[in-house]
Structures are given as structure tokens and as C-alpha cells.
């Protein structure tokens, strides 16, 4: 998941698309049900048993305007943890190849 270009482009464009995050999940190669998988930003949940919620969206965008974004995901399968540091899509890096095929 972090290393999406689709979930990349959402941090950038400081969009909370918790879709494009579970779809990635869904296709990681690991275990996975969409019933048991939550999605927070900034602490605050978005998703759960793969249905979004109502939550507060002021808290959500506010911290997608900062410099540090994190991306809880949690599978729901186990104990198990994992960290993952990234970078989203810079505008020139966005720039340079929007138009490359």
C-alpha cells in the first residue's frame, strides 16, 4: 500500500480515498477480508468492515495538510504489526510523467 503510485497521489493531493488503500491492501498477496479491514488517517477511523463511516472530515483534511501522513491499516487477521515509511508524488515527479506512456 505504501508504495502505490494511486495511494501516493491521494497523500499529495491530500485526499482521504481509503478505497484506493484497501484495494491495495486486497491485492498485496497477503490474507485479507474486506469485512474485518479498518482504515484510519490521522487516528481518526474512515473505514471499517470495509464501509465507510461517518467521521470528521475537518480532523481528516487537517492532518492531510501536514508534512507527517499516517495511514493506519488494519488487516484484522492477528496480532501481527508492521511500519512502513514513504514519500507521496511531488508535483514535478506528477508533471514529468503525465504525459509518458
Given amino acids: 500500500m505504501a508504495e502505490s503510485a494511486l495511494v501516493k497521489c491521494s497523500i499529495n493531493g491530500e485526499d482521504p480515498y481509503w478505497g484506493r488503500v484497501v484495494s ?3 491485492s498485496a498477496g497477503v ?4 469485512d474485518r479491514v479498518e482504515v484510519a488517517y490521522g487516528g481518526v477511523v474512515v473505514c471499517r468492515e470495509g464501509v465507510a463511516l461517518e467521521h ?3 480532523a481528516v483534511r487537517a492532518h492531510m495538510e501536514g508534512r507527517a501522513i499516517e495511514v493506519r491499516c488494519d488487516l484484522g487477521l492477528g496480532a501481527g504489526s508492521g511500519a ?16 509518458t506512456s
Avoid: S
Wanted: contains cysteine.
Fill in 31 to 34: 490474507g485479507f477480508d474486506l
Fill in 84 to 99: 512502513m515509511l514513504t514519500c507521496d508524488l511531488g508535483y514535478g515527479y506528477i508533471d514529468e510523467n503525465r504525459t
Fill in 24 to 26: 491495495e491492501l486486497g
Fill in 56 to 58: 470528521d472530515d475537518k
